[in-house]
């Protein structure tokens, strides 16, 4: 018979406790963070080492598996073809994946900003 319950249950499914293999970039790739969610699985990233800001599109394996929000640091992909500047996010890195980038200096510039989970970008001066 086996242990059962609900407690081990829950252990079972803790995700964040697991390893997984850090992704690096390649040369089609770049290090973004999000800064706005725009809904439909769209937001607006900006490309790390740059102030360029491009529209972000998620892809359709990380749509409603991962959680992805204004902040989080995400590997892109850039867009060939259109016209405008369009990125797809392939992977999403946790925070302590964040930090270990950071230590081996994969990511070149980070603004206080750019990190600040708590900012959602409204003023609430003069009311």
Known sequence: MGKGGK???KKSNNTESQKRELLYKDESQEYAIVN???GDSRCECQIQG???IVRGDIRGRLKNRVFIYPGDLV?????DFGSEPVV??????FPNEFQKLITLGEITRIRDDE???ND???????L
């Open 7 to 9: 407690k081990d249950r």
């Open 36 to 38: 706005k969610l725009f």
């Open 50 to 52: 740059t102030d360029e």
């Open 75 to 79: 590997l892109v992909s850039r867009r």
């Open 88 to 93: 797809d996010i392939i992977h999403k890195y």
């Open 115 to 117: 990190t600040d989970m």
């Open 120 to 126: 959602s970008g409204f003023s609430f001066e003069g």
